[in-house]
């Protein structure tokens, strides 16, 4: 190639250069193939350690990354044209050159556009899945849907998963403006989830943020289960996804060392959902998603004189419990200048653990809504362990 297209193309692979360093945790891979007359002849680029990892014609060398423009353009003068793709999670960067033109192309790989149509194309044989327009979507998210089991190696939905995956779309479904607003204001969301169990939200919402919304992101999983957490770090080895780490650790003794932008936590038992709430709350966090699980606490606590006549029926004052439990969390959160909404997530026939809290911080404090808070209290005779865990900090 001549001089100045091996300079052009080497500005566009000094962008790269850029590209790799910014984005080193969704970086895929590199490779080049340069042509002379019909014979091809290809480099193959990794990273390890922070280093590029060269080999080409059968030598393999380690360079900085700061060194792959000058590498890839000095071996691009010895042939007649070079195409070099770059692949990072979501995103395949192509640059071609040869004597004639220098050009780089973008293939976002997360994006509608290139979705195959669900309808139309890979999965059409039942129509509930034909008929929704899917935020993980199949054909784009196969990696992860088949790492979490709802795909299986030939990329259809398993028959027992249809259910499963329904629930995890619209999980995101719900969370997906929330998402988007905190992709507007931060740089790089980190989501912590709590009592994270096999992580397959974590997952999803891992791909769900870097691939299609584009955004950095980061992702803790904590369970006190030493066997989900080497689980959840298998897969996350296999699915290339580095921007995650996993600590076998009770929630109690957690303290984040970065800041969490959003807290979530699905099912985790008792008042073990307490600790995750007040992990979030004692770390200011922007916004809280919690699908609380079984709740004993308040229920052997509570007493109100002017209801002793319903409350004698033991399964009535447990159904109150449940109620008065997840309101008080939602008063103590709007007390601590949340914007809380509750609702139904999934049918209450799949489990009647069905409720989800999505809180979303808007004061700093909301004096008139947490005086409410105590008067309650107060009525009820009971001391809630998310409040003891906010004023103390997280018990040990
Ligand atoms: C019912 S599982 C739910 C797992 C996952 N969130 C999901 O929705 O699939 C509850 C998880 O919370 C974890 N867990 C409960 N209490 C915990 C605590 N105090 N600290 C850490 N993990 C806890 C359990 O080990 C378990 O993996």
């Known amino acids: 190639m001549n001089k100045q297209n091996i300079s052009k193309m080497s500005l566009f692979l000094m962008g790269l250069e850029q590209r790799i360093k910014d984005r080193i945790d969704f970086f895929k891979g590199i490779s080049a193939v340069y042509k002379s007359g019909t014979r091809e002849y290809k480099a193959n680029i990794s990273i390890e350690d922070g280093k590029l990892k060269i080999n080409f014609n059968g030598k393999t060398e380690t360079a900085e990354i700061e060194w792959l423009s000058a590498r890839l353009s000095k071996f691009g003068e010895n042939y007649d044209s070079a195409l070099v793709t770059y692949e990072e999670r979501g995103t395949t960067i192509y640059i071609e050159a040869d004597n004639k033109n220098v ?15 669900i309808k139309n194309g890979y999965h059409s044989e039942t129509s509930q899945i034909a008929n929704r327009d899917y935020l993980i979507k199949i054909g784009q998210a196969d990696d992860v849907l088949k790492e979490i089991g709802i795909l299986s190696e030939n990329g259809k939905i398993k028959n027992d998963m249809i259910r499963k995956y329904n629930q995890i779309d619209h999980f995101v479904e719900i969370l997906n403006g929330l998402l988007k607003r905190l992709a507007d204001k931060n740089d790089c969301i980190t989501v912590l989830d709590s009592g994270c169990g096999k992580s397959y939200l974590l997952f999803v919402l891992n791909y769900y ?7 950095k992101s980061y992702f803790i999983g904590v369970d006190y289960s030493e066997t989900v957490i080497q689980a959840s770090r298998k897969m996350a080895s296999r699915l290339g996804y580095n921007n995650m ?18 807290a979530i936590s ?23 998603v919690m699908v609380p699980c079984c709740q004993k606490e308040i229920l052997n606590q509570y007493s109100y004189d002017p209801f002793s006549q319903i409350l004698k029926h033991g399964i009535l004052k447990a159904r109150m419990a449940d109620v008065l439990t997840d309101g008080i969390r939602a008063m103590l959160l709007e007390g601590m200048g949340y914007k809380v909404s509750l609702l139904e997530y999934i049918s209450p026939l799949e489990t009647p653990k069905n409720l989800m809290l999505i809180a979303e911080k808007v004061h700093s404090e909301n004096k008139k809504a947490m005086d409410e808070y105590n008067k309650l209290k107060d009525l009820l005779n009971i001391t809630p362990t998310l409040e003891r865990v906010i004023c103390r900090g997280i018990e040990t």
């Not at 050009?103 to 149509?117: F, I, L």
């Not at 780490?245 to 959003?262: A, Q, S, T, V």
């Not at 099912?267 to 916004?287: K, M, Q, R």
């Open 103 to 117: 050009k780089m192309s973008v293939k976002e790989t997360g994006t509608k556009e290139n979705a195959p149509d």
């Open 209 to 215: 943020i870097t691939e299609v919304l584009k955004k």
């Open 245 to 262: 780490e996993f600590k076998i650790m009770d929630i109690r003794n957690y303290r984040p060392d970065r800041k969490i932008h959003l």
């Open 266 to 288: 699905l099912h985790a038992c008792d008042t073990a959902t307490d600790y995750a709430l007040g992990v979030a709350l004692n770390n200011n966090v922007e916004a809280v």
